[in-house]
Nanobody
Framework: QVQLVESGGGLVQTGGSLRLSCAAS????????MGWFRQAPGKEREFVAS????????YCADSVKGRFTISRDNAKNTVYLQMNSLKSEDTAVYYC?????????????????WGQGTQVTVSS
């Protein structure tokens, strides 16, 4: 079992920054990959970024490449999503997820545990 709790969402103006955090508990954090996804109203959940168990490899969606950075601190059992140069189209509920068996897939169906989500709203 893995429990995930996101924090750091909120309201920010276009061009601003936010850092999301996801605290994990349960299974040894350094043994599995992590991902961030987002879901806007009326849209499917989409991949944002992922990171391997060691943090040695990261992957980002093209829509956020160069603006968002995923990182993890295994000593703190926490994964982060630094979001810069935010745009209105980044508005969504952001979820972190644990991929126990893989390297951090782009597909949400490969993830085993999910957090409850945190709202990010970017206003112009």
């Amino acid at each position: 079992q893995v429990q995930l709790v996101e924090s750091g969402g909120g309201l920010v103006q276009t061009g601003g920054s936010l850092r999301l955090s996801c605290a994990a508990s349960g299974r040894t954090f350094s043994s599995y990959a992590m991902g961030w996804f987002r879901q806007a109203p009326g849209k499917e959940r989409e991949f944002v970024a992922s990171i391997t168990w060691s943090g040695g490899n990261t992957y980002c969606a093209d829509s956020v490449k160069g603006r968002f950075t995923i990182s993890r601190d295994n000593a703190k059992n926490t994964v982060y999503l630094q979001m810069n140069s935010l745009k209105s189209e980044d508005t969504a509920v952001y979820y972190c997820a644990a991929d126990l068996g893989g390297l951090g897939s782009w597909s949400p169906y490969e993830y085993d545990y999910w957090g409850q989500g945190t709202q990010v709203t970017v206003s112009s």
